[in-house]
């Protein structure tokens, strides 16, 4: 099974700031990964998938970076509803697994 | 619009069953692949199943192989999971998600609002 590991665990971040997100996978995934957002009471959102393509209706301050083992998504400048928990998930091989989440909380 | 619709949800005694079901609509069922995705209360996501397009491929995480089996009817535009040995580890909401793709291992564009599966004694 593939291990993903998310950090930090909590981001904490002004709004108009720029936050980066960490995901990092036990073996290489090419570029077949993907990022979600959730916010309380709702379904995850897909963010990026193919390490860097932003899924439809997706803000262009949402971006993702990477291959292989190590990958990032920023969000150039935070907005009031960015703040929630995003997950990374590996869709390179069975189990398809998911990171355990990073928080982005106010500051 | 897409729309998912989980139903079959509800409180269940340890070892006992139950059958989730996911009915679709705003697009072409029989194009993609569907998954199920859990989260246990307070925890991240955690992949259950997932069937391509034809059920040609199917794929289980570890800790529901043997217990859990998922199916499509196409004709009916519906996803199914049918959950039997059930444990108190399977209590959670369950999502059916539909895959970008027409395979089994994939990522996940539309989500529905999710089952609760409560598994106690």
């Known amino acids: 099974e593939i291990v993903m590991t998310q950090s930090p665990a909590t981001l904490s971040v002004s709004p108009g700031e720029r936050a980066t997100l960490s995901c990092r996978a036990s073996?290489?995934?090419?570029?077949?990964l993907a990022w979600y957002q959730q916010k309380p009471g709702q379904a995850p959102r897909l963010l990026i998938y193919g390490a860097s393509t932003r899924a439809t209706d997706i803000p262009a301050r949402f971006s993702g970076i990477g291959s292989g083992t190590e990958f990032t998504l920023t969000i150039s400048s935070l907005q009031s509803e960015d703040f929630a928990v995003y997950y990374c998930q590996q869709y390179n091989k069975w189990p398809l697994t998911f990171g355990p989440g990073t928080k982005v909380a106010i500051k | 619009e897409v729309q998912l619709v989980e139903s079959g949800g509800g409180l269940v005694q340890p070892g006992r069953s139950l059958r989730l079901s996911c009915e679709v609509s705003?697009?072409?069922?029989?194009?993609?692949?569907m998954h199920w995705v859990r989260q246990a209360p307070g925890k991240g996501l955690d992949w259950v199943a997932g069937i391509s397009w034809n059920s040609g491929s199917i794929g289980y995480a570890d800790s529901v192989k043997g217990r859990f089996t998922i199916s499509r009817d196409n004709a009916k535009k519906s996803l199914y999971l049918q959950m039997n040995s059930l444990r108190v580890e399977d209590t959670a909401l369950y999502y059916c998600?539909?895959?970008?793709?027409?395979?089994?291992?994939?990522?996940?564009?539309?989500w529905g609002q999710g089952i609760v599966v409560t598994v106690s004694s």
């Open positions: 073996q290489s995934l090419s570029s077949n």
């Open positions: 705003g697009f072409n069922f029989d194009d993609y692949g």
């Open positions: 998600a539909k895959g970008h793709y027409s395979g089994s291992s994939d990522h996940f564009d539309f």
